[in-house]
């Protein structure tokens, strides 16, 4: 069974950095593209990076040069390195696991950035 655990949420103030985690379980994590989407109160979730298992990543347009996202395999943990964060960055972050026969979602992680 496949589980997903993101931390590293947290309150921060406009221009400031967080890193978030995510640590998979129970799946062959090194063979699986990963990503981090997010969900803002009265939005749809939305895409905000993915990499896929050989570190090729993507980006969303609103979030180039300021995050960046990476992969520990041995660790089986995803990370999103935020700075210059913007209140419209404020969100719940959630880490996905892409999956042939289903993808998986963490549970969640909120990150608030004050103007």
């Known amino acids: 069974q496949v589980q997903l655990a993101e931390s590293g949420g947290g309150l921060v103030q406009a221009g400031g950095s967080l890193r978030l985690s995510c640590v998979a379980s129970g799946t062959f994590f090194r063979m699986n593209t990963m990503g981090w989407y997010r969900q803002a109160p009265g939005k749809q979730r939305e895409l905000v990076a993915a990499i896929t298992s050989t570190g090729s990543t993507d980006y969303s347009d609103s979030v180039k040069g300021r995050f960046t996202i990476s992969r520990d395999n041995a660790k089986n943990t995803l990370y999103l390195q935020m700075n210059s964060l913007k209140p419209d960055d404020t969100a719940v972050y959630y880490c996905?696991?892409?999956?042939?026969?289903?993808?998986?979602w963490g549970q969640g992680t909120q990150v608030t950035v004050s103007s």
């Open positions: 996905k696991l892409y999956n042939m026969g289903g993808d998986f």
